[in-house]
């Protein structure tokens, strides 16, 4: 057998065990897959599927309450799971490194990127500290980071999401391990971001011949990268193979399932009538930020310049672009959360932009928000139907009624009005965003705001909570404004299209138009960087 054909990476019947109160026994249930060098090998499922638990077992992370009751993990023929920690010690970063989700809570805030890579290399190499310098700045130049050497005093604080991304991904190699370990790491960047990311993993991986175990729920990026597909469902490795055979002939239920849910790029906008009320309008709306800081020059950032929208009833307007630009700070002026600098801002006609806070009661009721993350949404001290009926005993409904309207809402989303006295913590991330949606329609609004709503969501979760906002949509001849960064689902609920960058809309149209042949250079390339884009999948 050759080098190229050794695994890098064998899993043989890996079990880890749950603590004995739950339903499940164990976490992670008899899996096996190997990883070869210069392979890499996306391991895919919903949350709770025990994706990231493999990962830490790999690395022995895994906490004391959640032990590997069986099965080895071979690295290098080395079995991982029986070696004491000090050897753990030796092997991570050495032979085998990990990239996280979230760089930004990985990273020591205190410790400049420089000082971080520096402790890599101190603890594992006898480099003199000039020549752990170099190697750093080395490593941050193969990873594409501009000005190395800025970068190299700089704290994660003052780099953006894609470039802290990069110190992990430089931490991760620095070393040159046999295996890495990829976990989600492009789940919270932007769609170009996402795609430089994946692009340095590949050509990374090509270079330096190493195996990747890439961890992830988005089966776009798994059709861009990945060599073969593991699948996980609850644990269980349900279905192995090649990407064209997993992607194009699954076998599982399951997959099937998780491949259908996934939207297509084929916009299915719908025309709304011409005389349909117009509920929603900005002219030149902005919002500018000044810097009046002691000790750094006035400066001005405009998070949102001119733009001017309008949604007619029953109409679906998505806005979609890059982090930073203004999608989300729109969403906030049109709703009053923060006040716009200029500009209109007109519900059903009347000019809201400049009202005091304290003539914004009706616009409240009227205009609702749905966020991204529900579990921040919702006071975990409370129960969930307490805060569904909040907000209509603040407009004098009485408490029999609001609870009624509260058990009717429930069952509108498909969940069980019973559960109405159980807390936030008690829901799994979909059932939470339900009920978030369920609060917000009993003020009985007529502008509802989606910022980012289903972007935390697996595939299938997702494709469920977007199928409830269509239905509520129509059921209720609602105005929605849709906030997404992910192209898919604006193509799948967006009847028009506007695409932000740096503040600015800079195309704006009928979705049909717009995803179909784009005009401006901006929205090109983001069409480009979409990960799986000459891929057709299932849904839609």
């Known amino acids: 057998m050759s080098d190229a054909d050794t695994p890098?990476?064998?899993?043989?019947n890996l079990t880890v065990a749950l603590p004995?109160?739950?339903?499940?026994?164990?976490?992670?249930?008899?899996?096996?897959?190997?990883?070869?060098?210069?392979?890499?090998?996306?391991?895919v499922g919903e949350s709770g599927s025990g994706k990231s638990v493999i990962a830490q077992a790999i690395m022995g992370l895994l906490p004391k309450t959640l032990p590997v009751a069986s099965g080895e993990v071979l690295l290098e023929g080395e079995d991982v799971t029986k070696v004491p920690t000090e050897r753990l010690r030796q092997l991570r970063c050495a032979s085998m490194s990990m990239i996280f989700q979230e760089p930004m809570t990985a990273l020591n805030p205190v410790m400049t990127c420089g000082e971080q890579i520096d402790e890599v290399l101190r603890e594992h190499t006898a480099l003199s500290p000039a020549e752990r310098r170099a190697k750093t700045i080395d490593i941050f130049t193969e990873v594409a980071l501009p000005d190395p050497e800025r970068i190299v005093g700089s704290y994660p604080h003052q780099l953006s999401g894609g470039q802290r991304q990069r110190?992990?991904?430089?931490?991760?190699?620095?070393?040159?391990?046999?295996?890495?370990?990829?976990?989600?790491?492009?789940?919270?960047l932007d769609v170009t971001t996402q795609a430089q990311i994946l692009e340095l993993v590949r050509d990374l991986q090509r270079r330096h011949g190493m195996g990747v175990l890439f961890i992830t729920h988005d089966f776009g990026v798994v059709a861009d990268i990945a060599h073969r597909v593991a699948v996980l469902r609850l644990g269980t490795l349900v279905e192995m193979g090649d990407k064209n055979t997993v992607l194009k002939n699954p076998q599982h239920e399951y997959t099937i399932m998780l491949i259908g849910a996934v939207p297509t790029l084929k916009p299915h906008g719908r025309a709304v009538p011409a005389d349909a009320p117009l509920v929603l309008e900005t002219r030149q709306l902005a919002k500018t930020y000044s810097d009046r800081g002691w000790?750094?020059?006035?400066?001005?950032?405009?998070?949102?310049?001119?733009?001017?929208?309008?949604?007619?009833?029953?109409?679906?307007?998505g806005i979609v672009g890059e982090s930073g630009s203004g999608k989300s700070t729109v969403a906030r002026c049109i709703v009053r959360l923060i006040d716009p600098t200029r500009g209109e801002i007109r519900i059903h006609g009347e000019d809201i932009a400049r009202k005091p806070m304290r003539a914004?009661?009706?616009?409240?009721?009227?205009?609702?928000?749905?966020?991204?993350?529900?579990?921040r949404s919702l006071n975990p001290r409370r129960t969930v139907g307490e805060a569904i009926i909040e907000g209509p005993l603040n407009y004098g409904l009485p408490r029999a009624e609001a609870l009624e309207r509260a058990r009717k809402l429930m069952e509108l989303v498909r969940m069980d009005p019973a559960v109405l006295e159980r807390y936030p913590h008690q829901f799994s991330g979909g059932q939470r965003q339900r009920i978030c949606i369920a609060r917000a329609l009993a003020m009985e609004p007529e502008l509802l705001v989606a910022d980012e709503a289903v972007s935390a969501l697996d595939v299938s979760v997702q494709a469920q909570v977007l199928a409830l906002l269509e239905e509520i949509r129509e059921r209720f001849n609602l105005a929605m404004l849709f906030i997404t960064h992910d192209l898919r689902v604006a193509a799948q609920v967006c009847d028009r299209v506007a695409v932000m960058s740096k503040g600015k809309v800079v195309e704006y149209g009928e979705a049909n138009e717009v995803f179909l042949r784009p005009s401006h250079e901006y929205t090109k390339a983001l069409f480009a960087a979409a990960p799986g884009r000459d891929f057709v999948f299932g849904a839609g």
């Open 360 to 375: 914004l009661r009706e616009v409240r009721r009227k205009v609702q928000i749905v966020f991204q993350d529900p579990y």
């Open 295 to 317: 000790f750094s020059r006035r400066g001005e950032v405009h998070a949102a310049d001119d733009v001017t929208l309008e949604i007619r009833r029953g109409q679906t307007l």
């Open 8 to 12: 890098v990476l064998e899993v043989r």
């Open 20 to 43: 004995q109160d739950g339903d499940r026994r164990n976490a992670v249930s008899g899996v096996s897959f190997t990883v070869k060098r210069g392979e890499i090998v996306c391991l």
């Open 167 to 188: 110190i992990m991904i430089a931490m991760a190699l620095v070393l040159e391990p046999a295996l890495l370990i990829a976990d989600e790491p492009t789940t919270a």
